[in-house]
């Protein structure tokens, strides 16, 4: 039997082992008692026969050495617990009747402490074994009645008495092993729940580190007392917490003062001081018992930047359908219009044909780049060496464009490589060299395609300058739109799709400020 519930050794939880080290404390106090009184032996206090002598020393120091033992053994021997709890118990049952033979019967009183003993043993063991205790218990006190009537004297009341204190041992076993049954189950339910509660906590943080929003957690007073990363961000500052909102923006504490007078679900715009960014705010209170409010911070700019984002996404799907609708009459416009001008001679008819003919040209060339615009992810890239490519490209440009050579001037340093999709680098620089030249003096050097190192490690930049009057101010903001141009023949679609291209490739493309001017740059990536 004891090898069946050994089994489940394995599965003791560290409450069990520490519940059996108090019981066998308890057991280790009882037996030191019992050592006094039998040394002290005999006294006015002494609970023992004054008859027992000698046998009360050693069965009481034996004793004293059993639970000291038991109790070594529940620290340094971690095993076989149900066999220890069985083999405590037996010690406990056989001591305890022999105390009471010695002691008179059970008019001395001491099988009181057997039921102690199968109290501790039910909350302290498992399973059925508590009904095993009691049945020896019982037994062992029946058997002690039978031989004192037998061998001294027969008192039915005795017997009595023993049947009451064996009623006794099963009721309080059993009554104990429910109540450890109850808060072995409480204490699983508590740690489950504390796993629960410990995982969701994770979760939730995680969730709220990573969120787009910046949050702040205030008490009614307008103290911080939790934030996340991105609340650090939006308001510009290191930690915020263990401060009052006011300390770091006065608009923000006034708009949570008239909050928390006329409380309402509408967001409230509110500019960060630090970092000059528009904030749309939302306070909402929660049911928490100290009150606390939660504070949700969301960057307009990067809300405009969303929308505008999926505007222009979809604008791009519809004109990539209405490209692909166009070239066919547009080809058929072309090949009509150079027919028509081969067989004309007056020469009012011809500038007409001319102008249809380049207007037509110019929607073809804006049909072009909304189709490549489309074409934007599928990028391949690889590793360019720009001492070789940008030479080539800028002598076959200017080739094409019959531009003087030495208008375009190249200047090396760093590690001059550049991962990027050739093609895409093809049209990207013709883009920009193309602008260049457009708003440049035309003279020699004037637009210089400048290479050098990254401001981080790893990256590259490459700066078309020219010399020309710059971009204005009023439209830097704009120049990367899509159809914003300022040239008369432009498609206002070179630098979106520029910077597009650019993204694809994990680059980006943005307008510099410059003395004299325009410096376009674009950082990529020189290693990988």
């Known amino acids: 039997m004891l090898k069946k519930f050994d089994a489940g050794a394995a599965q003791v939880s560290e409450t069990h082992w520490k519940s059996l080290r108090y019981f066998n404390l ?9 050592f006094a009184s039998a040394i002290v032996h005999p ?5 023992l026969s004054p008859y027992g002598g000698l046998f009360h020393q050693v069965l009481t120091s034996a004793y004293l050495a059993a639970t000291a033992l038991s109790l ?3 620290h340094y021997f971690r095993r076989r617990f149900n066999a220890q709890l069985s083999v405590q118990v037996l010690v406990d049952v056989l001591v305890f009747t022999l ?9 001395s009183g001491l099988g009181a402490m057997l039921l102690v003993t199968l109290a501790g043993a039910g909350l302290v063991g498992q399973g059925r074994l508590v009904l095993f205790y009691a049945a020896t218990a019982t037994l062992s006190v029946l058997f002690e009645q039978v031989y004192r009537a037998l061998v001294l004297d027969f008192e039915a009341v005795n017997f009595f008495q023993a049947g009451l204190l064996s009623a006794g041992f099963f009721g309080i076993a059993i009554s104990a092993r429910l109540l450890a049954s109850r808060v072995i189950a409480n204490e699983e339910l508590a740690r489950k729940r504390g796993v629960d509660l410990n995982n969701q906590t994770l979760i939730s943080q995680r969730v709220i580190e990573e969120m787009q929003d910046g949050v702040l957690v205030l008490d009614h007073d307008g103290w911080v007392k939790q934030h996340n990363p991105r609340s650090e961000q939006l308001l510009g500052l290191g930690d915020p917490s263990n401060r009052k909102l006011e300390d770091y923006s006065t608009e923000l504490a006034r708009r949570f003062a008239a909050w928390r007078e006329h409380a309402s679900d509408e967001p409230v715009l509110v500019r960060a001081p630090a970092s000059g960014t528009q904030l749309r705010v939302r306070f909402i209170s929660t049911d928490s018992s100290e009150r606390d409010v939660l504070v949700f911070l969301e960057d307009t700019g990067l809300l405009q930047e969303q929308a505008r984002q999926l505007k222009l996404a979809a604008l791009g799907r519809l004109t990539a359908n209405i490209a692909h609708e166009i070239r066919n009459p547009l080809s058929a416009i072309n090949h009509a219009g150079e027919l028509l001008r081969e067989e004309c001679s007056d020469p009012t008819t011809d500038r007409l044909l001319r102008m249809v003919l380049e207007n037509a040209q110019r929607v073809e060339r804006i049909v072009s780049d909304v189709l490549e615009l489309g ?3 599928r990028a391949y890239r690889e590793q360019i060496d720009l001492r070789q490519a940008l030479p080539t490209l800028v002598e076959e440009y200017t080739i094409k464009e019959k531009r003087v050579a030495g208008v375009v001037q190249c200047e090396f340093s760093g590690l001059a490589t550049m991962f990027f999709d050739r093609s895409h680098f093809h049209q990207v620089l013709s883009n920009l060299v193309g602008n260049a030249l457009r708003y440049s003096q035309g003279n ?5 395609l400048r290479i050098q190192n990254g401001v981080h490690q790893g990256w590259v930049e490459l700066h078309v300058v020219d010399d020309g009057k ?8 704009h120049i990367f739109e899509p159809f914003f141009t300022t040239h008369s023949r432009g498609t206002g679609l070179g630098l979106y799709i520029a910077r597009e291209l650019c993204e694809a490739n994990g680059a980006r493309l943005d307008l510099l400020n410059s003395a004299s001017g325009a410096d376009f740059c674009i950082t990529g990536r020189a290693v990988e």
């Open 43 to 47: 006294s006015f206090f002494s609970i």
């Open 99 to 107: 105390l009471i033979h010695t002691g008179g019967g059970l008019r």
């Open 72 to 74: 070594i053994g529940t």
């Open 444 to 448: 020699i050097g004037s637009v210089c």
């Open 26 to 34: 308890y057991r280790l106090c009882i037996a030191g008692l019992l």
């Open 375 to 377: 074409r934007r992810d």
């Open 470 to 477: 710059g971009v204005d101010e009023s439209h830097s903001e």
